[in-house]
Nanobody, 121 residues
């Protein structure tokens, strides 16, 4: 089995910064894409940022220039650095990862439990 554990959520003032991390553990042979999503109250879950195993990144327009996704493949961990936060960034943030548990297995997607980010004065 594979577990993804997020950390780093909390309350931050508008204009502030916060960093999230998501560590994968368990039966891991390799990890392909890793992603961050968010879901605000009453809204659908939306994709925030993605990073490939080779480090290619993509961002939602709403966060471009403010958020940075990165990963440490040796630690099976993905990060999200969030700067210039505003109240519209308030949401539960989730990570997911495509994980192959063995050389001959297929990739499966695993999700973290989510962490709350609240941007408020």
């Amino acid at each position: 089995q594979v577990q993804l554990v997020e950390s780093g959520g909390g309350l931050v003032q508008p204009g502030g910064s916060l960093g999230l991390s998501c560590a994968a553990s368990g039966s891991i042979f390799s990890i392909s894409v890793m992603r961050w999503f968010r879901q605000a109250p009453g809204k659908q879950r939306e994709l925030v940022a993605t990073i490939s195993s080779g480090g290619i990144t993509n961002y939602a327009n709403a966060v471009k220039g403010r958020f940075t996704i990165s990963r440490d493949n040796a630690k099976n961990t993905v990060y999200l650095q969030m700067n210039s936060l505003n109240p519209e960034d308030t949401a539960v943030y989730y990570c997911d990862a495509g994980v192959k548990s063995a050389r001959n297995s297929d990739y499966r997607t695993y999700w973290g439990q989510g962490t709350q980010i609240t941007v408020s004065s």
